[in-house]
């Protein structure tokens, strides 16, 4: 592996990883599992560079990643829709204490009431701010059906917290 | 709502963070491992030596051909501690072994005996006559073992076709367990400076976690294990959780502890004590997922006086 690999993969570290376990925390709901899975999307990263391969966005590359360790973990541990015990005591780390807490619960729960495929899309574009490009990428869709996605999840997103 | 509104909130979302400690520590490892990555094969040996020494290549090139080339001083490197010169070796000769197994059978073995051998080197250095005097290196150890339980954590998060998913669940357990054994008895002898007993009771939480993240895989495939071992496994949790409340009731008894902070901690104590009742009676009907939820709840609670409890006196506590 180049000294330069090395130095990328640490700068997307830094870039990257508290947008990484973001998304993870998202979709599964628990701190503790959303930072092992963030680890492991860097690791799986590093041995995929240590063989000698290309990765030219890495972004992208850690989303992708971290999209198919999701689905592994539903398949090992089922979906999970409420917040773990052992997250009740750290919700205060996890937000802001100037709003408050009902709120930013209300929106995550709303979000995990969405179907995969429209949480993805919503989390990306709206809070991630990815440009769809990248999202086509990420999601393997073409363009055009990643805007269609966006329109369609924000719709349901309106319902569900109507 | 409107589309702003809704989007507003959404954007509220960006207050979701990883804690910093964690976002640190796992850096530090990734560097680490990054490093370790590069230096793998026969040039890697002599490229980690001379990373220790620093001295003119070619007196490393001397020294290695006297010792019998790179292999012969990974050799020499077997019995080395964390700490020492050749540690960096003996790190290297393991990756360069692991990358060159492809059987993933024995890929996972080679692993849990690279783990065993980080649990032994801190135990090691721990039984050591200097130890009190050489508290850099118990500290070295103690974060080789947490590498590992970081990285035998994460690998029980995901599901591979090519992995015996329970059998490493089974093997991963019993190491975290023995880790947790090796990590509470170098507290228990206080013999640790203050920075380095926070640092292995942050390894021993994260091998207690580690272990927990083994037995939630057991119990959900109980049909396919032991469920003896499994009740075995969670009844010596109920009892030590049963012990450690004691103790906690004995901290929030003694008088230096504010009426305030007693009230507050008795409360949780109790439905501490309770979950752990409910947790003894699902084990006892064999019902291994009621007695695991019940214990975490209970474990959970424990936590909340254990901070209380930690807050009111200034004593590293041990789960």
Known sequence: MKIADKKNLLDAYDKYAEHIYRFAYLKIGSQENAQDLTSEAFLRCLKYLEEGKEVDNFRAFLYQVMRNLIVDFYRQNGRISSVPIEDINEVDSAVSLEKPIAQNIDIENALKRLKDDHQEVIILYYLEGLPIAEMSVILSKNEGAVRVSIHRALNALKEVLK | ?319
């Open chain 2, 1 to 319: 709502m409107n589309n702003n509104a809704i989007i507003s909130k959404i954007k509220e979302l960006k207050e979701i963070k990883p804690s910093q400690e964690w976002l640190f520590s796992f850096r530090e490892q990734l560097a680490d491992q990054a490093e370790i990555k590069q230096k793998t094969g026969f040039f890697s040996v002599f490229e980690a030596l001379s990373f220790q020494f620093k001295p003119a290549y070619a007196v490393l090139g001397v020294l290695v051909v006297i010792l019998g080339g790179p292999v012969a001083l990974a050799k020499m490197a077997k019995s080395s501690l964390p700490g020492d010169v050749l540690f960096p070796v003996k790190l290297a000769a393991e990756q360069f072994q692991l990358n060159i197994t492809m059987d993933q059978a024995t890929k996972t073995q080679l692993e849990a005996n690279i783990f065993s051998e980080r649990v032994n080197e801190l135990s090691s250095v721990l039984a050591s006559s200097n130890v009190t005097a050489d508290q850099s290196r118990v500290e070295k150890a103690a974060n080789e073992v947490q590498k590992q339980l970081v990285s035998a954590k994460a690998q029980l998060n995901v599901a591979d076709k090519n992995i015996d998913t329970v059998a490493v669940a089974r093997t991963v357990g019993k190491q975290a367990a023995t880790a947790q054994k090796v990590l509470r008895a170098s507290l228990s002898a206080k013999n640790s400076t203050t920075g380095v007993s926070e640092k292995i009771t942050e390894v021993s939480e994260i091998a207690d976690k580690t272990e927990m993240k083994a037995l939630e895989i057991l119990v959900n495939n109980a049909d396919k294990t032991d469920s003896k071992d499994i009740a075995a496994n969670i009844g010596d949790k109920i009892d030590k959780t049963s012990q450690t409340l004691k103790t906690y009731e004995e901290k929030v008894a003694d008088k230096s502890v504010s009426d305030k902070v007693a009230i507050n901690a008795s409360l949780i104590l109790d439905q501490s004590q309770k979950a752990l009742d409910e947790a003894k009676v699902s084990l006892d009907k064999d019902d291994l997922n009621g007695a695991l939820d019940q214990y975490k709840v209970s474990q959970a609670l424990a936590e909340g006086v254990a901070n209380i409890v930690g807050s009111a006196s200034s004593t590293p506590v041990v789960k």
